[in-house]
């Protein structure tokens, strides 16, 4: 694969299992600087199980993973070159907004020198209203923003957003996908999963289509428009590709 620079993030041969039952079937893949990887797939595909193992939140029984070329079991900066936002916003609903990015501050080292961007980062997701109050009291997209600033707030080289357009009015939507691609002009890296194939087309510079746990399609965004001129048949690819996998006997 085309990477200039070393990779931020290698996933190799990661198998995942719950039980008997193996949601991510030996999926291996990089993520250059500059890079916008997109993990495209159904649901239950196991784009989440790949991401969470990832920010090591699931336990891989195979395969290795290494963030900035460490080694996360063995080493704890690994962990700080990582910007987390889940499918479902992980917060502590009694806390605020504020006493989260105190603690989060706190835990990752983010000192004064961080403060203008952290305020840029509240007013642009016009948060500022929402910040004092309990998270149990904010709406589903208000939680998103809330993630999406913790995870920003200490400027990773590695941004890893779960589905991060779920539940996002317009304006923010907008405002996240100038930060993404300003992650890409810095050379720093996304890895995302969405269902929406416009948000794929449009910011992903590479895709990968993960089905049944199988990694079973990887190319570059460019590519993959130039083979197949135009949006229809992008999501026809993707149709096709998930229609012709054979579902079960993993
Ligand atoms: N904790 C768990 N215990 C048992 N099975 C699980 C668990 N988490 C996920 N699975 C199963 O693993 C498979 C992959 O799930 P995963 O959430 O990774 O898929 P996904 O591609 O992210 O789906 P979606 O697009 O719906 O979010 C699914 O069959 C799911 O039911």
Redesign the pocket.
Known sequence: MRMSGNPLLRVTDLIIR??S?T??NKVSFQLGPGDVYCLL??????????I?AIVGLVKPVEGSISICEKNPLTDIDAKNCIGYVA?DPILIESLTTREHIEFAATVRGVGKESEEWVNYLIKAFDFTFNLDKPVYTLSRGNKQKASLILALMHKPKILIL??PFTGLDFQSSSILKNIIEDWKKSQNGVLM?T?ILEIAEKICTRVGV?IS?RLIFEDSTENVKARLLGEDKFAKLLNELTSNTILGNK
């Open positions: 719950y039980g039952f949601a991510v797939g159904p649901n239950g595909a196991g784009k989440t199980s790949t969470k499918e779960d589905e999963s269902h993960i746990g």
